[in-house]
């Protein structure tokens, strides 16, 4: 199994390389489009060929490489299927199937930072994009938000894994790669409610500003930027 977790510095997103082997099918879960170049070079030495590549969710504080990725590669560009990205080939429900080869995962709908979040399960392992990141959760003050959403994705379906399953984030701004649903019940300090109306509270009163990218980045990944169209943004 290939399983490469690499890391923005930037947004400080994880981006997630995965195949079953070297010379096999190959997918990837959150590419920054300036790492496109990384990517193609990491599939050209493994001998992958890359035929998936998923958003989780339409990004705010960074460009998606799913557009990207498919003009140079051809791959198939997976989203929820209410993504107001217009660039997706294959639209998700919940409790659906992603195959490459000897590679399943499984989608869980798990809105709530944004209408579209979806998460994946892989053998163990989940993807949580920004609905579950560790010790902290993805914020939903915009972009179709809803911290009660958010709640029921965590506690109803989340939580609700096995607690060994290792966790996956979108990001961490903190060094940290992974946790497990176990971890993150015992000490994720907005877990720690006994109502969704506790959860609503603390999320209703983070006072975040808005990602420095994102008046550049939501517009860009609903149409798909490509490498020579991205702005160059400081
Ligand atoms: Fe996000």
């Known amino acids: 199994m290939i399983f490469n977790q690499l890391f923005d510095d930037k947004s400080s997103t994880y981006t997630y390389l995965i195949s079953s082997g070297k010379g096999r099918e190959a997918l990837i879960i959150d590419p920054v489009i300036e790492h496109t170049k990384k990517y193609i070079k990491i599939l050209k030495d493994l001998d992958l060929r890359l035929v998936k590549v998923i958003d989780t969710h339409i990004h705010a504080d960074h460009i998606s490489g ?10 198939t560009r997976v989203m929820g299927e209410n993504s107001e990205s217009e660039v997706v080939d294959i639209r998700v429900a919940d409790n659906e199937k992603i195959k490459i ?66 966790i996956y984030p979108a990001h961490d701004y903190n060094g940290k790669k992974f ?42 990944n609903k149409k798909g930027l490509f490498l020579k169209e991205v702005p160059n943004v400081e």
Request: net charge negative; hydrophobic share 30%; proline share 5%.
């Open 101 to 166: 080869e000897n590679v399943e995962l499984t989608t869980i709908y798990t809105p709530g930072h944004t209408e579209c979040s979806y998460s994946y399960l892989m053998y163990g392992k989940v993807f949580t994009g920004d609905t579950l990141l560790i010790n902290g959760s993805g914020r939903t003050d915009f972009q179709g938000g809803s911290a009660r959403d958010q709640y029921n994705s965590i506690f109803g379906r989340l939580l609700k894994l096995p607690d060994k399953t290792l």
């Open 66 to 75: 799913l557009n990207e990725l498919n003009k140079q590669t051809a791959c």
């Open 179 to 220: 946790s497990t649903i176990e971890d993150e019940k015992n000490n994720n300090p907005r877990l720690q409610v006994s109502s969704p109306d506790e959860y609503i509270e603390i999320m209703n009163n983070l006072t975040l500003t808005n990602p420095k990218m994102m008046d550049v980045a939501v517009p860009a």
